[in-house]
């Protein structure tokens, strides 16, 4: 569609309100946690939805609040939804920020804070997206409809309490990916080891979450259990920070790696995976960082508990994200995420079936792959709105590790926020977006939307 308006010079007009709402969202820590009340994911991510609501009623949408659950806004009329899912959780900050993780920090251009690329900056840019075909006086045939999650990042349970009330999609996107367009992700399963009565293993605390690589680990230890000078010169070999504190008989050691994605562990370091591994190569007594380093290793390929594989679009990957003690029992977490046109319940029985007597695994919970083909409808108009208005015919739709809302939605798939060849760092510390890429998001949204009305 081609519109007899400036666009691009009517988006940068409300570059500061875009500004000053994703500083509004960014203030609030809205890292999932247990039920406080009425509030199913503690009383950040309520609040930050509240928030976001505001800004949609401020705009003249129509919006509703289902329980704290999940939020929507909403322009048009008419029997049928484009949706578009956005989420307002985050990962914890984790450790290495330059600045106040939630407090949206301004520099070169960019806006530096824990959600501005995963996922608020696309909650603004989709919302100013709507508020700008609103201001156009365009007629809409059909309603579209904002969706504003509080547990993306936890299992989605956001997604399935809207589902349970709310009506499908016609067709939609969720701007909780990458650019051009993600036509397959890969199945994802949730697991958890344990492993009871570490000899020398006294305590150990790793991670902030289950799909990030673990940027720091804590373990207590007797010190008569391993050669300290070993574990000194291999970390030291490896450009691992770590720190080494004795008291007594006990040893304290900490790690320090950098996080990623757990879909893109080759992006981080994982601390507990460079400790454990340091600490066989000293010698260590410990029957369970025998067990760690059997089962886990470095390329994060499931080699460890057998389930190594690939198809045209990717590798199976295993990562360990977080590790902790509890009631005498070493517990960590298990993230595989499953190539797109394998079977996740294939891998999740193959997990069940491990004879390890040194540990027991639980499987969570587990997500089949979500598939389009490249020439399906959806992808190509989506594809279509990022070439014309990009320019870019190089890059092509991609397949992810990530899991997003797609995943529990009908005939969606994700679109952005992330353009190709860039790093954002989603999950990491000094996550940022350019003010610049955040403005082409409108833009591509606008055109995206009124593509998809256009469907027949």
Known sequence: MILNIDLENLINEHKNELIENIKNLIKYKSISVETEGNMPFG?????????ALNIANKYGFTTKNLDNYCGYAEIGKGDKIIGIATHLDVV?????WETDPFCATIKDNKIYGRGTSDDKGAVVASMLALKIIK????????????????????GSKCMQYYNEREEEFEIGFTPDGKFPCVFGEKGHIRARFKYTNPSSIININGGTIDNAVCDKC???IYNNTFNQKVLKDYLSENNIKFEIKNDNDICIIEVNGIAAHASTPYLGKN????????????GCTDEFVSYYCDRFNFENDGNGFDLKCND????????????????????GSIDIRVPITLNSED?????????DK???IQVMKYSDTTYFPIASNIVQKLLKVYQNITGDKENKPITTGGGTYAKSLKNCIAFGCKFPNKNNKIHEANEFVEIDELLLQVKLYVYAILELLNDK
């Open 218 to 220: 804590i373990v207590h």
């Open 312 to 331: 045209q679009y990717g590798n199976l990957t295993c990562v360990n994200g977080k590790v902790w003690m509890e009631n005498k029992s070493i517990i």
């Open 43 to 51: 009383k950040e991510n309520a609040k930050c939805l509240h928030e």
């Open 92 to 96: 914890p900050a984790g450790e290495g």
């Open 135 to 154: 201001e156009m006086g365009i007629t809409l045939n059909k309603r579209v409809r904002l969706i504003m999650g509080c547990a993306e990042e936890t």
């Open 271 to 282: 601390a507990i995976m460079y400790l454990m591994s340091g600490l066989k190569k000293a």
């Open 358 to 360: 040194r540990a027991t």
């Open 347 to 355: 891998i999740v029985n193959r997990l069940k079936v491990i004879d």
